[in-house]
């Protein structure tokens, strides 16, 4: 996988560009004047970045994802994880069959939804999962794969199935183990 350079990065016209950033030169990245990225964050091949969307410090987004932020945004806390293949939409057409769909359609003739996304810390999205307008993934929650996520979530746990469903607890050991390493790295750039 080739990164682009910092040169290419700054280039791109991000609204932020923390440091340490790592992003494929094969991610598609739309309205980046809209986006956000946090330090040591890392955007992989093939993946759709667009919209308002913000990243945290140390997010993964692995390959073939799409965050699709539009106008009200996807908004990552630090330490998340979307595993390969898995999309994020803040905006839908209303599907009921009532107005027209699809993005060649004047707005006059549909319904459209839109609600931010938010994706809290510590959570981890399994591959091939869809995450839809209005989802609030609380804090340290884990997303098993092929998750069809269209409620929000309480936090520290473990959803699955089509819609999610919450099976059980979380453990946050992650919590001490941030702390050791947040340590680890402060002491390294003195």
Known sequence: MAYLSEIQLREVGFKHLGENVRISDKASIYNPEMIE????????????????VVIGKYCHITPMCLVAGG????????FCTLAYGVKVFSQ??????LTLTN?????????????????GRH????????????????EGCSIGAMTLVNKSTEP???YVGNPARRIKERK???LELEKKFLAEVANDSI
């Open 37 to 52: 990225l946090g330090d040591n964050s890392r955007i992989d091949d093939f993946c759709v970045i667009s919209g308002r």
């Open 103 to 119: 993005s060649l359609i004047p707005k006059k003739y549909k319904a459209e939804i839109y609600e931010p996304v938010s994706i």
């Open 71 to 78: 106008v009200p945004g996807v908004f990552f806390s630090d």
């Open 92 to 97: 839908s057409d209303d599907y009921s069959g």
């Open 156 to 158: 520290w746990g473990i």
């Open 172 to 174: 946050k050991d992650m």
């Open 123 to 138: 959570v981890i999205i399994g591959a091939g999962s869809i995450i839809l307008p209005g989802v609030n993934l609380a």
